[in-house]
């Protein structure tokens, strides 16, 4: 039987791969295997909650100089990854008045607010509007908060991956989902008639 | 006082475990391994004991690795190629 939903051709699931780019694991719910997405999740997320808890927020950086390499892989985790880069960006970085580049803090710096844009300089009116920087993270604890948060990317991919094709390493016992079940019939049904096409060629 | 000298702000500020770097593979390899096997397992039945190899596997690679480095490193290195002094 051919699925009547075109998401479905080709053993695709449109709806689960967007989902899955929304959020790791989302797509595995919303095609009916909550129990894989929840666990899928908790394992994206815990990887990169456990990179911004021992880099702080300094591990997700896309413009950190070579940081914004890892940030490639990051990014693999969807809108949580560009919404806390977002954060970095806007609320713990500033312009350096010597180089006119926009920065992290140093030792003894505070962030100002000039009335256009933020500052780093020394703390000289306490009315002006502060905000602090953030303890970056240094060397090896660096770098491993760096490498969680990048594996959590990798690892949404395989997950993305098998929410957008569910039938690519064959059918699992606990997938009984109709969408799953639809996007099996739909491969089926696809190789039989590529089959029979090149039976009659 | 300086803005770096603030009290510690969980997911902001990077902590200070640099003793205990080695350490943070644990549960990276345990985050891994739920998320992979999530989606590698045919059947959830077996999911945590699948979860639990995979974590041993992992360190145990680890581990043995550790130990043969650090017997060429402080053994071999030195016996091949001693150093004046």
Redesign the interface.
């Known amino acids: 039987m051919k699925s009547d939903d075109k998401s479905m051709d080709g053993g695709i699931n449109m709806v689960a791969g967007i989902c899955a780019i929304l959020l790791p694991?989302l797509g595995?719910i919303v095609s009916g295997r909550a129990?894989?997405?929840v666990?899928?999740m908790?394992?994206?997320l815990?990887?990169f909650?456990?990179g911004?808890?021992?880099?702080?927020?300094?591990a997700v950086d896309s413009k950190g100089g070579t940081d914004r390499f890892w940030f490639y892989g990051q990014a693999c985790v969807g809108p949580i990854a560009f919404g806390v880069d977002y954060v970095h960006q806007n609320h713990?970085k500033a312009y350096d008045m010597d180089t006119g580049m926009i920065r992290g803090?140093?030792?003894?710096?505070?962030?100002v607010h000039d009335g256009s844009r933020w500052i780093w300089e020394m703390p000289i009116d306490a009315s002006v509007e502060?905000?602090?920087?953030?303890?970056?993270?240094?060397?090896?604890?660096?770098e491993?908060?760096m490498?969680?948060c990048t594996?959590?990317g990798m690892?949404n991919v395989?997950?993305f991956l098998?929410a957008l094709l569910p039938t690519a390493?064959?059918r699992?016992?606990?997938d009984e989902s109709p969408l799953v079940r639809g996007a099996g019939e739909a491969t089926i049904q696809t190789a039989i008639e590529a089959a029979a096409e090149g039976v009659k060629s | 006082m300086s803005g770096l000298t603030l009290a510690y702000r969980p997911f902001i500020d990077a902590l200070s475990i640099h003793d205990h770097w080695y350490l943070l593979i644990i549960p990276m390899v345990v985050f891994v391994a739920i998320g992979y096997k999530a989606v590698r397992v045919s059947e959830m039945k077996g999911y945590w004991r699948n979860v639990f190899a995979f974590v041993v596997q992992v360190l145990g690679v680890m581990a043995v690795l550790a130990i043969a480095f650090t017997i060429v490193i402080t053994v071999l290195v030195p016996m091949l190629a001693p150093m004046p002094g």
């Open positions: 694991g595995h129990y894989r997405g666990l899928a908790v394992g994206v815990g990887l909650g456990l911004l808890f021992v880099g702080g927020i300094d713990f803090g140093n030792p003894g710096e505070r962030r502060t905000g602090d920087a953030n303890i970056p993270g240094l060397g090896r604890l660096n491993i908060a490498l969680s594996l959590a690892l395989i997950i098998d390493y064959g699992r016992k606990d």
